[in-house]
T-cell receptor, first 113, second 120 residues
Framework: EPEVTQTPSHQVTQMGQEVILRCVPISNHLYFYWYRQILGQKVEFLVSFYNNEISEKSEIFDDQFSVERPDGSNFTLKIRSTKLEDSAMYFC???????????FGSGTRLTVV | AQTVTQSQPEMSVQEAETVTLSCTYDTSESDYYLFWYKQPPSRQMILVIRQEAYKQQNATENRFSVNFQKAAKSFSLKISDSQLGDAAMYFCAYRRRALNYGGSQGNLIFGKGTKLSVKP
């Protein structure tokens, strides 16, 4: 069964550093998403992406964050100047059509120290 | 704004027994989707079952079934013949129905989750 692949599975970074989280969505999917889950809390929407542009973003997704689809396969989330409170599990997801459910990746655990 | 509420932080079930996880939601939309996701200790989010609000028939996937009560805005998950591998966090999620391609697709809104333990 096709999978959404995320790398790395775990990243530790120093406060103030920039990190790039990478995702390879399922090849025929058109809609891409980033969600995050702070430990012990609910999963929160960050951003959705379609046709090479952001289609929707949450209040969390401020200027510190950016997304990019640099080529035909990768979908990246960049976090500039990381803060301790950015420590969380970050999930990438994709869907084939706007009315389908998502397929989530296995997540990247980001730890900011 | 839409909200999803899971009132049971933890549940426990004996192996081979049946358990029901509760979920209620609040929305003014008439057409939307509801989902149950499973998150095992590996923390991957796995889609368990999906229900379209315009369909009256309750969705089923093998041992998993839902009781969708649209008027009551209730969406419970029933797990039959529980197995040790069913132990996980279960999240209920809501998504409004997008009307067209592109643009705002309606993000998933999650409940806080229910931790299910399965006793051998």
């Amino acid at each position: 069964e096709p999978e959404v692949t995320q790398t790395p599975s775990h990243q530790v970074t120093q406060m103030g550093q920039e990190v790039i989280l990478r995702c390879v969505p399922i090849s025929n999917h058109l809609y891409f998403y980033w969600y995050r889950q702070i430990l012990g809390q609910k999963v929160e929407f960050l951003v959705s992406f379609y046709n090479n542009e952001i289609s929707e973003k949450s209040e969390i997704f401020d200027d510190q964050f950016s997304v990019e689809r640099p080529d035909g396969s990768n979908f990246t989330l960049k976090i500039r100047s990381t803060k301790l409170e950015d420590s969380a599990m970050y999930f990438c997801a994709s869907s084939e059509e706007y009315y389908y459910g998502y397929t989530f990746g296995s997540g990247t655990r980001l730890t900011v120290v | 704004a839409q909200t999803v509420t899971q009132s049971q932080p933890e549940m426990s079930v004996q192996e081979a027994e049946t358990v029901t996880l509760s979920c209620t939601y609040d929305t003014s939309e008439s057409d939307y989707y509801l989902f149950w996701y499973k998150q095992p200790p590996s923390r991957q989010m796995i889609l368990v079952i999906r229900q379209e609000a315009y369909k009256q028939q309750n969705a089923t996937e093998n041992r998993f079934s839902v009781n969708f009560q649209k008027a009551a805005k209730s969406f419970s998950l029933k797990i039959s013949d529980s197995q040790l591998g069913d132990a996980a966090m279960y999240f209920c999620a809501y998504r409004r129905r997008a009307l067209n391609y592109g643009g705002s697709q309606g993000n998933l809104i999650f409940g806080k989750g229910t931790k299910l333990s399965v006793k051998p």
